[in-house]
T-cell receptor, first 114, second 113 residues
């Protein structure tokens, strides 16, 4: 069964600090991995997309890494801001019969405090 | 601006009263889908559509219907809502190619009493 597990479930850090969120997956056959940011009560917004051959992808202060061998990904946030308070969702994609099948993690709830 | 628009954003309804949640995208995307999000669970796919008049079940289709008569619209229909369909619903669209950005709507909070 395809699964995506994220850790920690929640995290509180001081504004300006860095943090790293983890994503482990058992999805086959792997196609790509996405990280999304979801503000409370809003729709998820794409941060990064990585395919099998990509180790790292950056989007401003967000840097995602992918280790396809160990089936792990991380999202590193540098110099956190209050606006980074949100849930971060890891989404792993498998291709089956030409269709992309997504498996969503339950997210990490990040709170930035001043 | 790329947009996926859902309506209504908030709805409280009673058991058994049919309702429709509309979804519209302005990106000429072929692929559209509906998800529900419940506490402690990842987003789960209800139905998806690869193109006009092409729809298929996702992981949790029971109690829902969809239609795709036009490329831009993909309404979600609850023929006889029940309390276990109380949830946050998201419509999403993409070009359909693997690895392309998936755009989500702002969500529709549905409460069935």
């Amino acid at each position: 069964k395809n699964q995506v597990e994220q850790s920690p479930q929640s995290l509180i850090i001081l504004e300006g600090k860095n943090c790293t969120l983890q994503c482990n997956y058992t999805v086959s056959p792997f196609s790509n991995l996405r990280w999304y940011k979801q503000d409370t009560g809003r729709g998820p917004v794409s941060l990064t997309i990585m395919t099998f051959s990509e180790n790292t992808k950056s989007n401003g202060r967000y840097t995602a890494t992918l280790d396809a061998d160990t089936k792990q990904s991380s999202l590193h946030i540098t110099a956190s801001q209050l606006s980074d308070s949100a849930s971060y969702i890891c989404v792993v994609s498998a291709m089956r019969f030409g269709n992309e099948k997504l498996t969503f993690g339950t997210g990490t709830r990040l709170t930035i405090i001043p | 601006e790329a947009q996926v628009t859902q309506n209504p954003r908030y709805l409280i309804t009673v058991t058994g009263k049919k309702l429709t949640v509309t979804c519209s995208q302005n990106m000429n995307h072929e692929y559209m889908s509906w998800y529900r999000q419940d506490p402690g669970l990842g987003l789960r796919q209800i139905y998806y559509s690869m193109n006009v008049e092409v729809t298929d079940k996702g992981d949790v289709p029971e109690g829902y219907k969809v239609s795709r008569k036009e490329k831009r619209n993909f309404p979600l229909i609850l023929e006889s809502p029940s309390p276990n369909q109380t949830s946050l619903y998201f419509c999403a669209s993409s070009s359909g190619a693997a690895g392309n950005t998936i755009y989500f709507g702002e969500g529709s909070w549905l409460t069935v009493v």
